[in-house]
């Protein structure tokens, strides 16, 4: 057993508590990670801000993490002491038969008891005083010392900057890895949404040869960002400002051929597909929505063509994918550097969410060292 320092979520709507807590060593299949940086994700916020399904409180958040192995439990086999590790949100059993098919990065294999907030024997290894605290999406990155099952950790090369990479634990994967996955060359593309997913996906259109890249956002805080990254026009939406589907329509003639949505919105959501080109657009779901809500749209824009798809953590297999993607960044193709508008400390971390609720942030990244 050893202490840490985390911050706690002891309720929805209440400032992070920062406090040393006691961790217990790894259990069978369990790996200790002391994380070195961690970047702030909006889906930390909707577990903060209590519309998160899978949050179970008192809670330590944080996916967006890198760190070092500091101990194995019984039974590892593939990571080392010393190791350099993203944890992921996402693990890779590797035998499951969403891990053995192509078509999917998804893997359930651990996913009941990580969605309780608790490892898979059903227990946490996070204690404030005698009670348990839980951990959030498996991963709990924004404490100094964490436990992750070693299915989802990825190995990482070890000249890779951690305090830079830690963004690899969700937004770069997920937003350069769905336009990848989604983009041709030539094609005509918006993203909805220029937070840390959102620009992501800008510069992962741009790799991907995309012809004219549209940004949307309620703010023009990013523009610059989304401008260096490959963004060609941007819309600002407001009472006074023209529909952004009008505007989009306007621009391209009819259309995009692929549409993101970055802002877990539910009328964004619905715009991004009615700003598609009629007969083969794709609108891409990434925002998460508040718990147990439903989208409506007409069936139409589906039977002539249009498709609606999400993406999760980019379709990237973490333990499998996620080193080639940082060898691209450790290449120069993917730029890390300018969305990391802030570092902060630990006992920051509630500045770190109020900027990025007021859109002033791209990415925050706290600092453990
Ligand atoms: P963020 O808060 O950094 O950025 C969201 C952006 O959306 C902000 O710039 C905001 O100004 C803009 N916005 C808000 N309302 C808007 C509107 N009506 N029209 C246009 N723009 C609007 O968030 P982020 O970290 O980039 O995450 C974006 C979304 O993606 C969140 O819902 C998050 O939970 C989700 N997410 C999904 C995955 C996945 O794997 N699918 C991974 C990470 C995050
Ligand atoms: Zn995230």
Redesign the pocket.
């Known amino acids: 057993m050893i202490k840490t320092t985390a911050a706690i979520c002891v309720a929805p709507n209440v400032p992070l508590e920062i406090d040393t807590l006691t961790v217990d060593g790894p259990g069978p299949g369990e790996v200790l990670v002391e994380i070195v940086a961690s970047g702030l994700?909006?889906?930390d916020l909707?577990a903060l801000e209590g519309v998160n399904a899978s949050s179970v409180y008192p809670l330590i958040p944080g996916h967006e993490g890198a760190g070092r192995v500091v101990e194995v439990g019984l039974g590892v086999t593939t990571l080392c002491i010393d190791d350099h590790v993203i944890p992921l949100y996402g693990p890779e059993c590797g035998e499951c038969s969403m891990c053995r098919s192509k078509r999917t990065n998804l893997c359930w294999t651990i996913k009941p008891t990580r969605d309780r907030g608790v490892m898979p024997d059903g227990t946490s290894r996070f204690m404030r005083g005698n009670k348990p605290v839980h951990h959030f999406m498996g991963t709990s990155t924004l404490s100094r010392y964490t436990v992750v099952p070693e299915i989802a950790l990825a190995k990482i090369r070890k000249d890779a900057p951690l305090d830079k990479v830690c963004l690899f634990g969700?937004?770069v994967t997920?937003g350069v890895g769905a336009a990848l996955a989604h983009v041709r060359p030539g094609d005509k593309v918006a993203v909805?949404?220029?937070?840390?997913?959102?620009v992501n996906i800008i510069q992962g259109a741009r790799i991907a040869g995309a012809s004219r890249i549209i940004g949307?956002?309620?703010?023009s805080a990013?523009t610059e960002l989304a401008t260096s990254y490959g963004m060609t026009d941007f819309i600002r939406?407001g009472p006074d400002a023209p529909d952004p589907v009008v505007a989009i329509r306007d621009l391209t003639g009819g259309g995009v051929d692929v549409a993101f949505e970055?802002?877990?919105?539910l009328?964004?959501m619905r715009q991004s597909l009615d700003c598609c080109v009629p007969a083969w657009g794709v609108s891409v779901l990434?925002?998460?929505e508040p718990s147990g809500s439903e989208l409506s749209f007409p069936p139409v824009q589906v039977r002539y063509g249009k498709s609606i798809v999400g993406?999760?953590?980019g379709g990237i297999k973490g333990r499998t994918g996620l080193p080639g993607l940082i060898d691209r960044f450790m290449e120069g193709e993917i730029d890390l550097d300018r969305q990391i508008t802030h570092r902060l400390q630990l006992h920051e971390v509630n500045e770190g969410f109020h900027l990025?609720k007021q859109?002033k942030s791209?990415r925050s990244v706290v600092m453990f060292e």
Not at 192 to 198: A, D, E
Not at 216 to 219: A, Y
Not at 262 to 265: A, D, F, K, L, P
């Open positions: 994700c909006h889906t909707t969700c937004g997920t909805f949404g220029l937070g840390g997913i959102g949307i956002d309620i703010s990013k939406p970055c802002t877990g919105v009328g964004v990434l925002g998460v993406s999760y953590f990025m859109g791209v």
